[in-house]
């Protein structure tokens, strides 16, 4: 697991470079939006299968 956690960790510092290297506002903006929408995808994924494992049902 070791393993994962460096190369996540490597993954994370890369991308976080060459978000610092873009001089693109069009690009930015871009990139922000769809971490946004991956962002409430994940939490919706999150609350759908947190409502399954402790056997409630969600509410919409």
């Known amino acids: ?3 994962l956690a460096l190369t996540r ?3 994370l510092e890369s991308q976080s470079r060459a978000i610092d290297s873009c001089d693109d506002i ?3 903006r871009r990139l922000a939006k ?3 929408n991956a ?3 994940q939490t919706d994924m ?3 299968y947190g409502a ?3 056997g409630i049902q969600r509410q919409s």
Do not use: K, N, P
């Open 1 to 3: 697991m070791g393993d």
């Open 9 to 11: 960790q490597f993954l």
């Open 26 to 28: 069009a690009e930015l």
């Open 34 to 36: 769809t971490l946004l």
């Open 39 to 41: 962002w409430s995808m």
């Open 46 to 48: 999150t609350r759908h």
């Open 52 to 54: 399954q494992a402790l």
